[in-house]
């Protein structure tokens, strides 16, 4: 079983560029294909970014693409989302998340483990 701790999110200004990590321990990190998702205020969680065990596909959803990059490092068992051009539609608490099979799913249920959360902010 894999636990999941995000960290780097936080207060910045709309333009403003921020990266956001999920740290992984207890499990084989790149025995798992990870996403991130988010959520903001009143609104439904949705899937923002995913990549699959060896990092040899990414997928975006059409709100962050050509912004936000996915990346990992498993031997450092972590997963980095930048985030460039950020705007208010952003903000929201990102949440990681990891699944045993190696391709990317877009729907939040299917995955087995998650972190605790990050608030980015983006202010206008």
């Known amino acids: 079983q894999v636990q999941l701790v995000e960290s780097g999110g936080g207060l910045v200004q709309a333009g403003d560029s921020l990266s956001v990590s999920c740290a992984a321990s207890?499990?084989?990190?790149?025995?798992?294909?990870m996403a991130w998702f988010r959520q903001a205020p009143g609104k439904e969680r949705e899937f923002v970014a995913g990549i699959n065990r060896r990092a040899s596909n990414t997928y975006y959803a059409d709100s962050v693409k050509g912004r936000f990059a996915i990346s990992r490092d498993n031997a450092k068992n972590t997963m980095t989302l930048q985030m460039n051009s950020l705007n208010v539609g952003d903000t929201a608490v990102y949440y990681c998340a990891a699944h045993n099979r190696d391709y990317i799913v877009l729907g939040g249920n299917y995955y087995d483990y998650w972190g605790q959360g990050t608030q980015v902010t983006v202010s206008s």
């Open positions: 207890g499990g084989t990190f790149s025995s798992y294909s």
